[in-house]
């Protein structure tokens, strides 16, 4: 049997349950647009979400290309280094738990900067904050725009661009007409639709395999792994489950874990899910569930990862891209109608992340900086049109963006994005919450410190450079302690916080 990668042909089938899950997507996001009556209701739901959905729409949120495109390839060609992104996802989760869930949904309204300026009555402190969310936000939809893009070659034959061009086009009809209302209830239905397929694709693997969990392990102890690309054996078991194959600096690989590890807590799209709900004890408690569901979510990628080397080596089938990891694994295990479902689950997850980031974008162009900044409140009416018409905005530049990065590994992309947020939103976060010390300089400068150190550090490293002038590839271990040091001596330097 000769290995072979999957075609990009026209695929009746996938294109049928493609088209399925867009339409329901649509219907979902017209039905909820009649309840969108005010800014409260487009940026917020009119914090009426009960906590369990929230919990799940948060897991529907936060998994996106990265957790099932991304991780399951960085698995199948790196190991334990790709393992790494998953159990970084999910600790981050711990410390918006315990430090930032219950405290920002008292003190927020509808955006990251509102919680900031609950304390502090500043304009710099609203543009900063809203600009730190225009940055990140854009890394992080560079990924999901990727994902998209390279998706869509094997699903339908389609060219990579018109993968962008989709996903771009219906996210942005989707937040435009019903905006977070609409959004909650597709990352909901995404949530549930993306874990089913992940179970179904694990329990394949083992029963295909012939293996048990622990066995499936101990095999890649024993015999080694290969390289899913070419089918030969590439490293030892000890070498693939063990720290060093992407991250040879442990420089580079202690940066990344402080990234993920607080980037988390600090991603706006994440942040805005607290006002959804009703009152501060459904924070926690939504909380509590995403940590549950993506717990799960994120051991059963290991098999997906595995699992695609593991057979990658017996011959069965190449990869070439590993953002196509997941989706030629399913090929494999069940033929074109599973692929046909997990590549079409895997579109949908996209959709759902997409739409949050878009959210978060509008909220901090048209609420931060157009009505508060800039003083133009006028009526619900009139915010809300400014939201929607920034929606489409933020989504054309998405898709200019999406096809401009096309090739890079989705999750490696996301990292840079953590990194920005526990750059420059952390420290803020902390000094608002916590620190009695804090002032609006302090604050303003902790996010321009970090934000800049970690675009400049991200724009010299070997991520965009042959001949870096920055070693690692994520500035992290860099930029979070500038971004800190920036807050606390500022702080110190202009005095006691006024009002």
């Not at 009426?48 to 991304?70: E, Q």
């Not at 003083?375 to 898709?399: H, N, Y």
Request: hydrophobic share 55%; proline share 4%; net charge positive.
């Amino acid at each position: 049997m000769v290995a072979e990668a999957l075609a990009n042909d026209f695929k009746p089938l996938a294109f049928t349950l493609f088209v399925i899950i867009v339409m329901v997507t649509l219907a979902i996001s017209t039905y909820f647009s009649r309840r969108v009556r005010t800014a409260g209701h487009y940026y917020t739901a009119g914090g009426s979400v009960k906590w369990f959905v929230n919990g799940v729409a948060f897991a529907g949120d936060y998994l996106s290309a990265a957790s099932f495109l991304g991780i399951a390839g960085m698995i199948a060609f790196s190991g334990f280094d790709g393992f790494i992104y998953g159990i970084g996802f999910l600790a981050g989760w711990i410390v918006a738990l315990f430090l930032i869930a219950e405290p920002l949904r008292v003190m927020g309204k509808y955006t990251f900067a509102d919680a900031l300026v609950s304390k502090f009555k500043s304009k710099s402190v609203r543009l900063a904050a809203a600009i730190s969310t225009l940055v990140v936000s854009i890394f992080y939809l560079i990924p999901q725009m990727v994902g998209a893009g390279t998706i869509i070659q094997p699903l339908l034959g389609f060219p990579y661009e018109w993968g962008v061009l989709i996903v771009g086009g219906i996210v942005i009809l989707i937040v435009a007409t019903a905006g977070m209302v609409s959004t909650t209830w597709v990352q909901f239905i995404k949530a549930l639709l993306l874990f089913i397929a992940v179970i179904a694709l694990t329990i394949g693997v083992l029963v295909v395999s012939g293996f048990g969990p622990l066995e499936f392990i101990q095999n890649f102890l024993d015999n080694g792994a290969a390289n899913p690309a070419t089918g030969g054996l590439a490293h030892t078991g000890d070498a693939f489950l063990s720290p060093g194959l992407k991250f040879n600096d442990p420089w580079d690989f202690a940066s990344l874990c402080l990234a993920l590890l607080l980037g988390t807590a600090a991603l706006p799209h994440v942040l805005i899910r607290y006002y959804t709900v009703p009152k501060p004890s459904d924070a926690r408690k939504s909380t509590v569930v995403a940590i549950v569901l993506m717990g799960v979510f994120y051991v059963l990628m290991l098999y997906l990862g595995l699992g695609t080397n593991y057979f990658a080596g017996q011959g069965k089938f190449i990869v070439t891209d590993s953002n196509l990891a997941a989706p030629t694994l399913a090929n494999f295990i069940g033929g074109e109608l599973f692929f046909a479902l997990i590549s079409s689950i895997a579109f949908a997850t996209i959709l759902g992340t997409v739409s949050g980031l878009i959210m978060a974008s509008a909220g901090a162009i048209a609420h931060d900086i157009y009505t508060e900044i800039l003083g133009k409140k006028k009526s619900d009416k009139s915010a809300l049109r400014v939201s929607k018409i920034t929606a489409v905005g933020v989504g054309l530049l998405a898709i200019a963006l999406g096809m401009v990065m096309k090739g890079q590994n989705v999750a490696f992309l996301v990292g840079l994005a953590f990194a920005l947020a526990a750059s420059a939103n952390i420290p803020a976060l902390i000094g608002v919450l916590f620190w009695k010390k804090a002032t609006d300089r302090g604050i303003v400068s902790g996010i321009a410190v970090g934000l800049v150190s970690a675009l400049v550090l991200i724009a010299v490293s070997p991520t965009y450079m042959d001949d870096p002038l920055f070693p690692l590839t994520n500035p992290g271990i860099v930029s979070v302690p500038l971004g800190f040091a920036a807050m606390i001596g500022v702080s110190l330097l202009t005095g006691k916080r006024g009002e």
